[in-house]
C-alpha cells in the first residue's frame, strides 16, 4: 500500500516564515494559525490559488472566504467601508472580527462565490501577520478543516483533516481563543445584522454602533438570503459521533448516562467522575472552555463513544454564546 502523503509541519523560524510567504505569493496553499482558529490560507487576489482552497477543503463553492488583512489600507482596497464600518475597524481590529462589507472589483468572484460583499478582517496572530505583510497579500483563509468538520485550533488538528490534501502547515501551537471570529453584516449600515457569535460580543459592537444588531440565529432573514453567510446554515462543525445537548446535566442525568456514551461538561464535578466524563475548565473561565472546544470534540469523535452528551453553557457573555452556537451546530441533525 503507497504510503499517504502528509504535509510538512514548520516551525515558526524567520526562515521558515519567509519560505512559506514565498509559497503563498506563488499560488500554493498554506494552513497557519491565527488566534481563533487554523486558517488555510491562499492569496486572496489568486482565483487559482482559492481554487485550491475550496478543492483542498471539499468546500462547495457558494461557501464564499474570509480575506485576512494586515493594515486597514489593505482592506480599503478589497472593500467599501463607510463610517460606521471604520469606527467598527477603529475599535476592534487587529483581533476576531469579521466584517461583511460591500466588495470592491479586484476581490475574484471565487473568494465571495460571486457576491457583491466580502468578508474581512485583520488577525491579532503575530504568524499570520507576517504571512500577509512578507507574502505582500491579502490572504484568504477558511477554517483549515474538510467541509463540515470541527475547525482545527492545533498544527496536528490540520495535519488530522488536510494532512493528504496540502503541503505545508505552519505550527504556532494551540490557538489562544478557540471559536471564529464574530462575523458582523455591515453592507446595510442602518440594519447590522450579527452573522455569527465569536468572541467580539454582539452588545460591544452595538455600543460602537449606537444602534442595535440583530442576530440571523440559525434563521436568515429574506433581507440576507440573497447573500446567506453558509456558516449559519446547521450541520457545521459537527463531529461524526451524535451530539445531544442539555441545558444543565445534573449528577442524577449523568448516571442515567450508559457508560459507552460520553458526558461533556464545563466544569470538573466535585464529585468521584467515571471514565465517561470529561470537563472543558478545572476552573469555570470561559476562555479556557472556549479554547478547549473543539479539541475536546476531536478527542470524544475518536471512535469510542456512541454519542456525546454535552452541557450548554448559561451566561451571556461573548464567548458563552459562541460555544452554545458551537455546540448547537455539532449537536444538528445530519
Ligand atoms: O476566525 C475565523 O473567522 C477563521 C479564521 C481562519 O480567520 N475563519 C473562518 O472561516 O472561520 P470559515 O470559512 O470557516 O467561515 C467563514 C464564514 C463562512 O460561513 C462564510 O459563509 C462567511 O464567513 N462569509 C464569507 N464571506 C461572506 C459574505 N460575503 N457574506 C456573508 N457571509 C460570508
Ligand atoms: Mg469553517
Redesign the pocket.
Known amino acids: 500500500m503507497p504510503a499517504k502523503r502528509s504535509a510538512r509541519i514548520h516551525r515558526p523560524t524567520p526562515a521558515n516564515l519567509a519560505r512559506l510567504a514565498r509559497v503563498l505569493a506563488g499560488g500554493g496553499l498554506v494552513a497557519a494559525p491565527?488566534e481563533?482558529?487554523y486558517?488555510l490560507a491562499a492569496d486572496a487576489l489568486n482565483a487559482k490559488a482559492c481554487r485550491g482552497i475550496f478543492r483542498a477543503k471539499g468546500r462547495p463553492a457558494n461557501?464564499?472566504?474570509?480575506v485576512?488583512v494586515a493594515s486597514l489600507a489593505q482592506a480599503r482596497g478589497l472593500a467599501e467601508f463607510d463610517a460606521a464600518a471604520l469606527s467598527i475597524a477603529k475599535v476592534f481590529w487587529p483581533g476576531?472580527l469579521?466584517l461583511?462589507l460591500p466588495k470592491k472589483p479586484g476581490v475574484p468572484a471565487i473568494v465571495?462565490s460571486g457576491?457583491p460583499?466580502?468578508?474581512v478582517?485583520m488577525?491579532v496572530h503575530r504568524l499570520f501577520r507576517q504571512l500577509i505583510r512578507l507574502s505582500g497579500r491579502p490572504l484568504a483563509?477558511?477554517?483549515a478543516n474538510p467541509f463540515g468538520y470541527v475547525?482545527p485550533t492545533t498544527a496536528a488538528h490540520v495535519q488530522a483533516g488536510l494532512g493528504s490534501r496540502i503541503g505545508h502547515i505552519l505550527d504556532g501551537g494551540a490557538c489562544k481563543i478557540g471559536v471564529?471570529?464574530t462575523?458582523l453584516?455591515l453592507r446595510y449600515p442602518r440594519r447590522p445584522v450579527l452573522?455569527?457569535p465569536g468572541a467580539v460580543s454582539r452588545e460591544a459592537l452595538q455600543a460602537v454602533l449606537g444602534r442595535r444588531i440583530a442576530f440571523a440565529g440559525n434563521t436568515i432573514s429574506p433581507a440576507h438570503r440573497a447573500?446567506p453567510?453558509?456558516?449559519m446554515l446547521s450541520r457545521h462543525y459537527s463531529p461524526r459521533t451524535p451530539v445531544s445537548l442539555t441545558r444543565k446535566l445534573t449528577r442524577a442525568a449523568i448516571n442515567r448516562i450508559p457508560a459507552d456514551e460520553a458526558v461533556l461538561l464545563l466544569e470538573k464535578p466535585a464529585y468521584p467522575t467515571g471514565a465517561n466524563i470529561f470537563w472543558l475548565t478545572s476552573t469555570g473561565r470561559l476562555e479556557q472552555a472556549a479554547q478547549r472546544l473543539f479539541a475536546m470534540l476531536r478527542k470524544l469523535d475518536d471512535g469510542r463513544w456512541r454519542g456525546i452528551h454535552a452541557e450548554t453553557l448559561s451566561g451571556r457573555s461573548s464567548l458563552a454564546v459562541a460555544v452554545n452556537d458551537r455546540l448547537a451546530r455539532a449537536a444538528a441533525k445530519k
Not at 461557501?63 to 474570509?66: A, G, H, Q, S, V
Open positions: 491565527t481563533t482558529v486558517g461557501d464564499p472566504l474570509i485576512h476576531p469579521t461583511v465571495t457576491l460583499s466580502v468578508a478582517r488577525p483563509a477558511p477554517s475547525s471564529e471570529s462575523i453584516d452573522l455569527r447573500a453567510a453558509p456558516g
